[in-house]
């Protein structure tokens, strides 16, 4: 392996790392040469993950417990200083849904969604950011500190029926380049990745993988980049958003100045002046969210299938932009004046909903079907509203398998 591809004689923890993405990602760490710590909830699984890197010659070690606890985070710096001498790597992967209509949540559904999120982040975030300052200190240096968060396109697009799940995503968001921003100089990276992948999360809305062949949707596809910016070469790269799934890694470009409004003699707002300035700029019927980022949409088809049609709105200060629409099997959603020209499910169609649910609705006749993504050339695309599209030369790497180092 490639040095600065190796991570020989690094530690890192996993949150999350039972099942899914983050088990996905702790084998990669873990095959890549780091030794573990890995975080779920109390039961078997976290252990057996353990058991399965420890098997073939990795070193890792379980720490279950509410990544919502202080104390868990607390017990998982411990493990890593206690059995491993050090740490180097924070993968903050856990996630759990309770996904409702922002006027049916119930605080409760809102608390636990912001508390394994939210929290869980910012606990590893923060232990892991005051002991690499304090080694910085010591050393009188930068040292070697990674965090790679796990956001979502429900947080870009604003996810209709995610508001707690958008909401914390956009929170770790921030959290990631506020935390960039403020520890580079102790060597600290901070990035995340909106990842798309077949879990337990997603599985009554992506369903089974295709028979025969490697699942475009295999999380196995994520844990590459996560490695990646885990290790040395990861070094140029702070504070950036990923999204990231089969083949595709796009990187978001931050949100931008659109359109800016000025009194007409540089006196300050009034109200007269905000409807002289501001107002004739919207004008539309105001249904649709303006912030709201659907460029990754089409990205989804790559590995996931034609998505469904994108509906015209316009932006002020911009050309018409595009929207979304929700299709549902046999159904169509909103009322007559949503019904825009596009594709319409047709009876047969292979339609569900991605894991922002409320939201979309893709039809997967590729992934249904058993095909696999074509070959691709190597390329990097600016495009508007995102920086690049990053694909590889060829189809998406097979599964990471065991870890076997
Ligand atoms: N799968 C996708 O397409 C997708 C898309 C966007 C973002 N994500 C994000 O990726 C991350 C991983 O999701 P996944 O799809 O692998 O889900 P998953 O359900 O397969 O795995 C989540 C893991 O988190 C654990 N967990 C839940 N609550 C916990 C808690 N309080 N303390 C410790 N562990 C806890 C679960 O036991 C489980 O092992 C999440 O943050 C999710 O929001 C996933």
Known sequence: ??????????????????NGLGRAEALALAQAGAAVVLNDLAGPG????????????GRAVACDGDVGAWTTGEAMLA?????FGGLDIVVNNTGVLRDRMVFTMSPQEWDLVLRVHLRGHFIGTRLATAYWRDQSKRAGGPV????????SEAFLLGSAGQPNYAAAKAGITALTVTTARSCAKYGVRANAICPRARTSMTADLLGAAPAGGADPLAPEHVAPLVTYLAGPAGEAINGEVFVVHGGVAAVMDPPRVRTVFRTADASMWTLDSVAEAIGPAFTGDGSAAGFACEDTLSLASETIGSVAAPREAA???????SRSRRVSPGRTQGSARDQRPGRVPAPGDH????????????????????AQPRARSAHFLPDRGRRGVLRPAGRPRARCGQADR
């Open 144 to 151: 070697y500190g990674r965090i790679i968060n796990t956001s």
């Open 79 to 83: 493990a890593a200083l206690g059995t």
């Open 1 to 18: 392996m490639d040095h600065d591809l190796t991570l020989d004689g690094r530690t890192a923890i996993v949150t999350g790392a039972a």
């Open 351 to 370: 339609v569900l909903r991605d894991e922002r649910r409320a939201d979309h609705v893709l039809d997967l006749p590729q992934v249904a079907e058993g």
């Open 315 to 321: 932006r002020p200060g911009r050309d018409v932009g």
């Open 46 to 57: 976290v252990h057996a993950v353990a058991d399965e890197i420890t098997a073939v010659g």
